[in-house]
């Protein structure tokens, strides 16, 4: 579908009224989109490589407290990070998006592919927690709340990542997937001074962000930096809403970001896309002047892991 239709049709869902606008959204998407058909393997995976993002920074997520940022439709990087041991995770929405026959279906999946599951932990995988939860939900019927409970999921929407009901230090592990680039900046310097807060002093930010145009996914006709082109004010006027809002920061603003928090950067892992650099040092990608100053490398990057901790 062309961007721009898309850009329509989302701006017009997103001025119905709150509940309505909801519903004809997840409608949409379930009989034209990404819901389609449920597979539940790629945000496993994000719960996964998050995981080993903080074993490779040198970490102990093993019965350890994990925060997630955004937690959408499904709950699934919570599910990853308790099948490998987590203690527990308390995962925040702004919009109470989490949808049970998503969740069933996501389930129903994991027991009709066991060994693609058992495959994909591998030796991460606690088998016998993975044995508790198919006891509970195979073939027989059970509740959102015994699957959150269960799992050790403590889902919180509406909520706001960036003022939280948790305590000083009572987290290990701030996490999020796809998140960040969907929040504006001071929104985002707040979450992370929130995360400050209620981080263990030892603990780790691992935040997987993705910069490219999100149209660019169901465009093939664009390019993942087609969105640079436009001033804020235009661009405002095609991705300003509930549905598609994109900040727009590249890897070095991010980067900012998280050391104006106090944090230092433990990692990055930017992915570079080589057809972008070649469009980029072609000249003929238009760019407006808010990103005219930055490198071909910085605008080539459509996506990175930053993992953090606090300073001192
Ligand atoms: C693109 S979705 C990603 C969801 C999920 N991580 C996934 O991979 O399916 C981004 C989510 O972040 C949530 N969000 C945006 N701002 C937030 C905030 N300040 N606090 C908590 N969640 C927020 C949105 O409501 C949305 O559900």
């Not at 998006?97 to 969740?103: D, M, R, S, V």
Request: glycine share 8%; aromatic share 12%; proline share 4%.
């Amino acid at each position: 579908m062309h961007w721009k239709l898309k850009a329509a049709i989302q701006n017009s869902v997103a001025s119905l009224p709150d509940s309505l606008s909801y519903a004809t959204y997840y409608w949409i998407q379930r009989r034209f989109g990404g819901l389609k058909n449920v597979n539940p393997v790629g945000r496993l995976q994000s719960g996964l490589e998050t995981w080993q993002r903080i074993v490779e920074a040198g970490g102990e997520p093993s019965g350890k407290a994990f925060f997630e940022v955004g937690t959408g439709r499904m709950a699934l990087a919570p599910l990853a990070y308790w099948l490998m041991g987590a203690e527990k995770t308390i995962t925040v929405d702004l919009n109470p998006y989490l949808k049970f026959e998503l969740i069933q279906e996501s389930l129903q999946y994991m027991w009709r592919n066991l060994e693609e599951i058992r495959g994909l932990f591998g030796s991460s995988l606690q088998e016998s927690r993975l044995e508790s939860l198919r006891q509970l939900t195979q073939g027989t019927s059970f509740s959102q709340d015994q699957f959150l409970e269960h799992c050790r999921i403590q889902y919180i929407a509406p909520g706001d990542a960036a003022k939280t009901p948790l305590s000083p230090g009572s987290i290990d592990f701030h996490t999020s997937y796809q998140v960040f680039e969907h929040i504006p900046r001071e929104i985002l310097a707040q979450i992370l001074a929130e995360g400050n807060r209620i981080i263990r002093d030892q603990g780790l930010f691992v935040h997987h962000i993705d910069y490219s145009d999100h149209f660019s996914h169901s465009d093939s006709s664009i390019s993942a930096i087609n969105f640079l082109q436009y001033s804020d004010s235009q661009w405002e006027k095609y991705a300003g809403n509930r549905y598609m809002y994109m900040n727009r920061l590249r890897h070095d603003d991010y980067l900012d970001l998280f050391l104006s928090a106090g944090h230092r950067i433990r990692a990055d892992l930017p992915d570079v896309d080589p057809a972008l650099q070649t469009l980029l040092k072609s000249g003929k990608a238009q760019l407006d002047q808010r990103f005219a100053d930055k490198s071909v490398d910085v605008l080539s990057m459509t996506g990175s892991w930053i993992v953090s901790g606090k300073e001192g």
